[in-house]
Each structure stands twice: as C-alpha cells, then as structure tokens.
C-alpha cells in the first residue's frame, strides 16, 4: 500500500490537471501525425504501482498454508484498478472530458495485460503495458484520428464494445492472478 496510495494519487492527479493535453507524435504508418494524450500514459502509474506491489514477496508468509496470498492479491489489483477507474470517471463526468474517462477504461485493459503478462513471465508484467502504449502511440492509427480496431486504448470513452472488452482482459487478468504462484 505504501507505493500503491501515491500511485493513485498521482493517477487522479494527473486525470484532474493534465486531461486535455496532448501531443502529436509522427506516424511510422500513416502520413500525418498521430495524437497521444496524456491519457493515454497515465494508466501506466496504476500498472506499474500495482506490478511491483504484486512482485514484493516476503516467503516466510506466504509459505504458510494458513495464509490467502492470492486473494489478497487479487483484492488488491481489483481495488486499486477499480479505485483507479472510477476516479478517472468521476474527472472525466465532472469536467466533461472524455480522455480523462478513456484513461478510466484503459486502465482496465492495461492492468489486465500486465496481470496475464506476469502470469506468463514475472518481468513481462511491467514491460507490457508500457510496450502496448507506445506501439499504439506509433502505428495504432490508420489515419489522423483514427484508430485501428486492434488499438482499443485509442477508441473513444463511449464505445461499449471496447469497454467490454477491457473489462474481459481485467476480469482475465485477476483470473490468471489467482492461478500464478510468485517467484521466490
């Protein structure tokens, strides 16, 4: 908790002042520029607060067969992730700012692929998400605006079927979470 309470602070701070800014990155497949928001990287503080509270391990405890370590894993990716989401909403209603909702919606996806990452590789939980943001950032639109199908991070804050489909990689992940036991 000790990283994971600055972390979202930071997250909801940034939401709060930095939701509307953007920069326009050149595209490696598309003619023009693509636009990043700051939205866009934020998520990576919950995911990379999260990663490494999850890769802490302190053996003696989580040896004992008396103790639920998964659960409280699980316990704490799903509140700080929900925490994260919801705050970002709230921003995002409040200062009608849709990028600041769409890092809510990411956060959920980008969580959820570190989640199955680390399932597969413990170093690749931090690595992945940060790899998603800045493949999209380059070639995650067709054009000006427009994202690929595959960059679901890019869609916009209303689409359901990219807000379901975030959801399905977090409720993965937590499902994955249960199912890893943590490198000594």
Not at 16 to 38: D, K, R
Not at 69 to 91: F, K, M
Request: charged share 10%; aromatic share 8%.
């Amino acid at each position: 908790m000790t990283v994971i309470l600055p972390g979202f602070a930071a997250f909801t701070a940034l939401a709060a002042l930095a939701h509307s800014e953007s920069v326009a990155l050149p595209g490696l497949v598309t003619m023009g520029g693509n636009l990043l928001f700051v939205m866009h990287v934020t998520p990576l503080i919950v995911t990379g607060t999260l990663a490494h509270s999850l890769a802490q391990r302190l053996t003696e405890a989580e040896d004992l067969a008396a103790r639920a370590i998964q659960r409280y894993d699980v316990s704490l990716a799903l509140l700080s992730v929900t925490a994260s989401a919801g705050a970002a909403w709230v921003i995002g209603r409040l200062a009608h700012s849709p990028a600041a909702t769409e890092a809510g919606r990411n956060t959920l996806f980008l969580a959820g692929l570190m989640l199955l990452a680390g399932a597969v590789h413990p170093q690749a939980a931090t690595a992945a998400p940060v790899a998603w943001v800045f493949v999209v950032a380059f070639v995650g639109y067709r054009d000006f605006r427009r994202p690929w199908p595959w960059a679901v991070t890019l869609h916009p804050a209303g689409h359901l079927p990219t807000f379901f489909l975030c959801l399905a990689v977090f409720v993965g992940g937590l499902a994955a979470l249960t199912r890893t036991r943590r490198p000594a």
